[in-house]
């Protein structure tokens, strides 16, 4: 047994996934780096796609989608998307990687949550200086430096330490969520 720091993560990525049906939406997108999809989705990957089978959504490559580790590959990506049926819903596991969607979307016109929900898998300090808040799952970083740093004091003092922390873990609904649109 080791010391160890969790977030209720993928619970409350569930709980947004449902609410998200509940409001209508069926073509939802997560877009996550490949690595956490190919060989094999990891933990969160997994329990996406278990949750839309168990809402009764089909999920392919269009729901979890692979992309070049480059921005031009995600902005191919993204045009593939909307091409023919876009998503209602695109939920980025990352800031960098939720701040290109936005900006590359919001250049062909394409606005939240007018044209779709767009979702932030984590916090980020810039948030607060956006209108609207871009919707994210939120916790508190700081808490887990400071038990990794707990550890590593306990560790150079030779004291045992094997603790498991769950950090909070909520869910920001910022005004990059809605409906899907109509039509």
Not at 103 to 121: E, F, M, S
Not at 152 to 175: E, F, P, W
Request: glycine fraction near 8%; charge should be positive.
């Amino acid at each position: 047994p080791i010391a160890g720091v969790t977030t209720g993560k993928i619970a409350r990525f569930l709980d947004l996934i449902q609410e998200l049906v509940d409001l209508g939406h069926r073509r939802i997108v997560n877009i996550t780096r490949r690595e956490r999809v190919s060989p094999k989705p990891g933990a969160l990957e997994r329990a996406f796609l278990n949750k839309l089978k168990a809402c009764g959504i089909p999920h392919s490559d269009y729901t979890l989608p692979l992309w070049g580790p480059e921005p031009k590959g995600l902005h191919q990506c993204l045009d593939k998307l909307f091409k023919h049926t876009p998503p209602t819903v695109i939920y980025a596991d990352e800031f960098q990687t939720f701040s290109t969607i936005q900006n590359h979307l919001a250049n062909r016109g394409i606005l939240a949550p007018r044209d779709v929900t767009l979702v932030c898998g984590e916090p980020n300090f810039s948030f607060k200086w956006l209108d609207p808040t871009p919707s994210h799952i939120e916790w508190n970083h700081e808490r887990v430096v400071q038990r990794a740093t707990q550890w590593v004091s306990h560790v150079a003092r030779s004291q045992k330490d094997i603790k498991q922390t769950q950090i909070a873990v909520g869910l920001v609904r910022g005004g990059t969520m809605g409906p899907p649109p109509k039509g």
